[in-house]
């Protein structure tokens, strides 16, 4: 018998933790800022984002098994503390090894622990609705730069980039600890009233621990697109205010602004091509969200005026949200809910691995070119290409799967 619970007052809780930590993704706004206010280069400062992302597997899987032992809410409060402390302690930060600490590493671990505990969590809260859970929940992520960015600038603007980090993170750690309040963990098994779970023997009902997933070829596929789809979308995030004042001449506040519209649209994407999975399902999403990557990136390379700057972003925003919303469930639909939080924490390598590379190439390449990042994206173009054609693979997988089911 399932206890009773409020699943959608669960799921908004934990998209208040995740606008919190997800403010990874205004980083951007404060490259700058930090430069001047300290002189250190924009690869140095860089490096802060990169520490930060490519460490979130080891979060995420801590994050995973807490969760997947039935401490979520703990997960989640302790994850969201630690993101907060990390954003704050960085305003004290003098060196950039303090940047890293704070801001990389404490930061980075925080946002790992809390988003694993968010959305293996409420993704066992909606098994008939997979697709969407998993969308609005990263949507939180997504979408927190949507606030974060103009606060962030106008902080910078009125009292320093130091001090916007110290103000920011004393928020996030208020905020967490209200949210906190409203998370419940999922009952063991939970059914929603009025759904009936898939019959027993569909890949829906399979459970495989992670030892067992990462010996299927089906795991390395998605690993593999999941670093693809996720390559382009990071690369954007660290970099959209750079790119539009260097390449497209727009001022900071414009920058700031046009960083919001990325942050609008990665948020959309995530609720939008989760809902879109359900109906067409996960291959076929990727499919058309791999070719619009490939079509926004030559946006950004081919049109050179405000307008292709937009339709890049928005492009890029939409698909990256829809890739940060789709995996979840495809990662519970392959190798089933009980084990989700440490399974998807493991595939999360293939986001880690993007996270490392892509800002570090972008960065690396405006500044050999004085600020001009079109190699970078094409580079982008060749990889969602790429992903295009790993995506019939798993295509294949899924229906050679289905009739040995079947049969």
């Given amino acids: 018998m399932n206890k009773e619970i409020n699943r959608w007052a669960v799921l908004w809780g934990s998209v208040g933790v995740l606008l919190c930590t997800g403010s990874i993704y205004a980083f951007s706004v404060f490259a700058k800022p930090l430069s001047e206010a300290h002189d250190w280069t924009l690869g ?11 460490i979130s597997p080891i979060p995420t899987i801590l994050g995973g098994i807490v969760a997947d032992r039935g401490y979520a809410k703990i997960s989640i409060l302790v994850g969201g503390l630690l993101f907060g402390f990390g954003f704050l302690l960085t305003g004290f930060a003098t060196t950039p090894s303090m940047l890293y600490l704070c801001y990389g590493i404490l930061a980075g671990f925080g946002q790992g622990i809390a ?29 927190a730069t949507i606030i974060a960015a103009p606060v962030a600038n106008y902080l910078i603007e009125n009292y320093g980039v130091l001090s916007a980090f110290k103000f920011m993170g004393t928020a996030y750690v208020i905020i967490t600890i209200v949210c906190s309040l409203f998370i419940k963990v999922a009952p063991a098994n939970y059914v929603p009233k009025g759904w009936t779970p898939p019959a027993s023997g569909s890949k829906a009902s399979v459970n495989v621990p992670w030892t067992g997933m990462i010996r299927t070829f089906r795991f390395y ?6 670093a693809i789809g996720a390559f382009s979308g990071l690369m954007i995030a660290s970099n959209a205010a750079v790119i539009g004042q260097s390449m497209f001449g727009v ?14 649209c990665n948020c959309l994407g995530r609720a939008l091509w989760g809902f879109v999975s359900d109906k067409i399902g996960r291959s076929n999403t990727l499919m058309i969200i791999y070719a619009v990557i490939a079509i926004a990136m030559f946006a950004l390379t081919s049109l050179e005026s405000i307008a292709g ?9 939409l698909c990256f949200g829809g890739i940060m919303g789709v995996f979840p469930s495809i990662v519970m639909e392959n190798y089933g809910p009980a084990h989700q939080g440490v399974n998807y924490g493991i595939t999360f390598i293939g986001y880690s691995t993007a996270a490392f590379f892509a ?4 960065a690396n390449i405006a500044e050999a070119n004085d600020g001009d990042f079109t190699k ?32």
């Fill in 309 to 317: 700057f937009v339709v890049g972003i928005v492009g890029l925003g």
């Fill in 251 to 264: 001022t900071a506040t414009a920058a700031a602004f046009y960083v919001s519209i990325y942050s609008l």
């Fill in 44 to 54: 140095q400062i860089m490096m802060a984002f990169t520490i930060n992302a490519a």
């Fill in 115 to 143: 988003y694993s505990g968010c959305l293996s969590n409420t993704m066992r809260l909606f098994p008939d609705k997979k697709g969407l859970a998993s969308g609005l929940i990263t949507a939180g992520m997504g979408g």
């Fill in 221 to 226: 596929v998605i690993l593999s697109m999941l």
């Fill in 376 to 407: 970078a994206f094409y580079i982008a173009i060749g990889l969602a290409i790429t992903g295009l054609a790993i995506n019939f693979v798993y295509k294949t997988l899924e229906k050679n799967s289905y009739k040995t089911k079947r049969n």
């Fill in 359 to 362: 800002p570090r190439i972008a």
